[in-house]
């Protein structure tokens, strides 16, 4: 009987994982709507006395979502006056929920990534994930990778798709 010999050990191909370069740190979704007057109505004094009551030490290090889950219509300068309280504590903030949080965070590592490691390389990006992973970043980084590498495959190595192959 022939020995069994691994060929994808034994490939060029290189894995990318989106998963690890997931960012450490708490999420929180901060909704406003207790600081509106029955939650649709905000009213400036009663507001600003809700955030200035507010433990903000709480979101040391985290990232945070603000929404508000009621129909109320939020004027822009009130989240602005809550990112005074939180831009010392918190690492990011945006408006909007976790979802959107995950894709923002992940839109600016894949900006900065270094992707030169890849150059030239046959690269499966890594299609199956435990961590929230959105589905934007597959696309970014997909466009990205296809800059660098020789080809560019989503998947795992016994079962990929093949995206792109530069010419």
Known sequence: MSEIVNRVAQSALVTFNLEDH???????????????????????????????????AQYKDAYVALTCSTDAIIPGWAYMLIATELQPHAKKMLIGNLEQLETSLYQSIIEKLDLSEYKDRP?????????????????????????????????????????????
């Open 22 to 56: 997931y960012p450490k740190g708490e999420r929180i979704l901060l909704d406003i709507k207790d600081w509106l007057f029955e939650g649709f109505i905000l009213r400036e004094k009663e507001f600003r006395a809700a955030i200035s009551g507010h433990n903000w």
């Open 123 to 167: 690269v499966i990006i890594k299609g199956c994930s435990n961590k929230p992973v959105p589905p934007n970043a597959y696309l970014w980084i997909t466009s990205k990778m296809q800059t660098v590498a020789k080809s560019v495959m989503y998947g795992e190595a016994c079962s990929s798709v093949p995206l792109y192959k530069r010419r």
